[in-house]
């Protein structure tokens, strides 16, 4: 083996410190993770968390809602599937409000864009502002929509679901049907 050949010793001190830092930060990475991954899935109590209304300011805290079954969602106003999901929302809101809370928590958007985008469309259900996105990342929502159904008995979650659903799927979901 020639001497050109051979890999010096700083060149495998590099590798060595490389493959370390490399290792410390993917297990790091895998256990923030997994610490995120707490209270966001079905069997797990909801976080709770206070946001604000958007017109009224007033602070709404999830557990208010302990002893009622919630369909909590998760939207933007710029997403097409979030908005047409809206009058489904407003449907179960006016339906079955004394079985089912609909909450929902804008993510992002400043409480005139919001209070718009509910005037245009007349909807009335709650909707709260997550304006640094701490809730959105609490619950782990990573697309929009993403919807949680949480039980009457502490918000313990039922089921999560990300992505668009039917009217049909959001009552059989609450159990509405």
């Not at 709404?60 to 302990?66: D, I």
């Not at 097409?80 to 999901?85: N, R, W």
């Amino acid at each position: 083996m020639n001497k050109s050949s051979r890999l010096n010793h700083p060149d495998l001190s590099r590798i060595l410190v490389f493959a370390l830092i490399f290792t410390l930060g993917f297990m790091l990475t895998f256990s923030f993770s997994l610490q995120a991954e707490e209270g966001a899935f079905p069997g797990d109590q909801a976080p709770d968390f206070t946001l604000t209304e958007p017109d009224s300011q007033e602070e709404v805290s999830l557990n208010q809602y302990a002893d009622d079954m919630v369909l909590l969602n998760f939207w933007t106003t710029w997403c097409p599937v979030c908005g047409e999901e809206m009058p489904d929302l407003q449907q179960i809101e006016d339906e079955y409000e004394d079985e089912a809370i609909v909450l929902t928590v804008n993510i992002g958007e400043s409480a005139s864009e919001i209070s718009s985008y509910m005037e245009e469309g007349g909807y009335d259900f709650t909707v709260l502002m997550d304006d640094d996105q701490e809730t959105a990342g609490l619950y782990m929502v990573r697309g929009v929509p993403t919807t949680f159904i949480l039980d009457d008995e502490n918000n313990t979650i039922l089921e999560r679901h990300v992505g668009p659903m039917s009217y049909e799927q959001k009552l059989e979901l609450l159990e509405l049907n």
